[in-house]
């Protein structure tokens, strides 16, 4: 299973997806993979309650709280970031559909396991929590770029207008 180190997100407004690209300027070997809206909408409606089962500071907040500090927390992440945008026009290399991804806790450390059209993983990754932060905030960015309905903010605590089915 191929273990991706760096991540590259470009937004696709004709796919109307977004290429994950993982490894793309590290020197590993690289895998595409197509979010699809569908995926990505369920990964960001689901990234307030895993933040809050997650994170120790989050948990122990007051209730009417809990998103307020996850987004600080979220912002947080963004400044500490090591991004770099890419010198080059990004295209896909036989890119697969990712299909499921897996996100599970342990030691304060996220694994995410990329699942394309099958039982096995495809690639995983081990992130930490600030790193796990950028990955959504770039996911969240890719759909606001694609206008697919997201709130402004990822933990943003009005109700949101995207269904998902």
Same mark, same amino acid.
């Given at each position: 299973?191929?273990?991706?180190?760096a991540f590259t997100f470009t937004y696709d407004h004709?796919?109307?997806?977004?290429?994950?690209?993982?490894?793309?300027?590290?020197?590993?070997?690289?895998?595409?993979l197509w979010l699809t809206r569908k995926l990505v909408l369920r990964l960001l409606n689901a990234a307030p309650e895993l933040v809050s089962l997650t994170s120790g500071?989050?948990?122990?907040?007051?209730?009417?709280?809990?998103?307020?500090?996850?987004?600080? *927390?979220?912002?947080?992440?963004?400044?500490?970031?090591?991004?770099?945008?890419?010198q080059? $026009?990004?295209?896909?290399? #036989?890119? =697969?559909?990712?299909?499921?991804?897996?996100?599970?806790h342990q030691s304060g450390r996220y694994r995410l396991m990329?699942?394309?059209?099958t039982d096995q993983a495809v690639a995983m990754s081990i992130l930490s929590y600030e790193e796990l932060h950028?990955?959504? *905030?770039l996911m969240h960015k890719g759909a606001q770029e694609l206008d697919w309905g997201v709130a402004s $903010?990822?933990?943003?605590? #009005?109700? =949101?207008s995207t269904t998902v089915q």
């Open positions: 299973m191929l273990n991706i180190a004709v796919e109307d997806r977004i290429l994950l690209i993982g490894n793309f300027s590290n020197g590993q070997q690289r895998i595409d500071v989050v948990s122990e907040a007051a209730v009417n709280h809990k998103l307020q500090i996850a987004q600080f *927390h979220h912002d947080q992440a963004q400044h500490q970031a090591s991004v770099q945008a890419e080059q $026009h990004v295209i896909a290399q #036989s890119g =697969s559909l990712l299909t499921r991804l897996d996100i599970s990329f699942f394309a059209n950028q990955i959504l *905030h $903010h990822l933990f943003d605590h #009005s109700p =949101s």
